[in-house]
């Protein structure tokens, strides 16, 4: 009896730390749990919590105890690996919430007003912070928080734990640029209406500047482009949540569904 208890211990304990090291890789920069506003304690308290509560179900994706600690070390260091990456590809669709704040700061005459982002963690535009909070209420209350979650735990089925590293390093490469790619055009596709506003807007006030010489353009322009910039950002703020949170979503089933 002493026997299969003690076996029965280690076969979890080696499944809970194989689980550990993937759930809390992706968990530790995922969007939302992962934001440097959230205490490391409580992300690590909660990736120990999901760990010790799917560690028994994913067991039939796990493979047998090595029988070797360099066998055991490379397990550990493909799960690690495999978390940055799913944690890494949620990361990257939040950057383009900031990529249309800064192009959208620019056109509101908003490009040095700078200040702390939380989700960034470091200095960004006005604009960029806003939506960027924006983008993670918006995940919390239409409950992609689960279905990150979820997408954490299905990736066993696309990256099984015998999976190759050094065989798959290009793929996984390749899909963090269209990653990239895709948030930057997802970006500009959200400030879209800011840069028609704002060619429209310069070409207008460049032609009242050949037409009427002793106007300070200058001036005139600036707070007439914050006005337009603010009443057209509050028309349209909320579908570009929707829009983003929808294109968060589907890139999300590309790069990371079975």
Excluded: C
Aim: charged fraction near 5%; charge should be negative; aromatic fraction near 12%.
């Amino acid at each position: 009896m002493q026997e299969v208890l003690q076996t029965y211990i280690t076969e979890y304990l080696f499944s809970f730390i194989l689980v550990f090291t993937r759930v809390g890789s992706a968990i530790m920069i995922m969007p939302g749990i992962g934001d440097s506003f959230v205490s490391s304690n409580v992300r690590l308290h909660f990736a120990v919590a999901m760990s010790i509560v799917v560690a028994p179900i994913l067991t039939l994706y796990l493979p047998p105890i090595p029988t070797s600690s360099v066998g055991f070390v490379a397990l550990i260091v493909t799960e690690a690996v495999i978390g940055l990456f799913i944690g890494t590809i949620m990361r990257i669709m939040m950057s383009s919430l900031e990529t249309a704040g800064v192009i959208i700061s620019m056109q509101s005459g908003f490009a040095n007003a700078n200040i702390f982002n939380p989700v960034a963690g470091g200095q960004g535009s006005l604009i960029g912070a806003f939506l960027s909070m924006l983008g993670v209420v918006f995940i919390f209350v239409t409950n992609m928080h689960h279905f990150l979650i979820a997408t954490i735990f299905e990736s066993y089925k696309l990256f099984p734990t015998d999976f190759n590293l050094i065989d798959n390093a290009g793929d996984l490469s390749d899909a963090i640029a269209t990653t990239v790619n895709t948030a930057f055009v997802t970006g500009v596709k959200l400030s879209a209406p800011f840069m028609a506003m704002g060619l429209l807007m310069y070409l207008g006030f460049g032609v009242l500047g050949r037409l009427l010489p002793q106007i300070q353009v200058f001036f005139l322009a600036l707070p007439v482009q914050i006005l337009i910039s603010l009443i057209t950002l509050s028309l349209v703020f909320s579908t570009i949540v929707l829009f983003w949170i929808e294109e968060f979503g589907e890139i999300i089933m590309q790069m990371l569904a079975p």
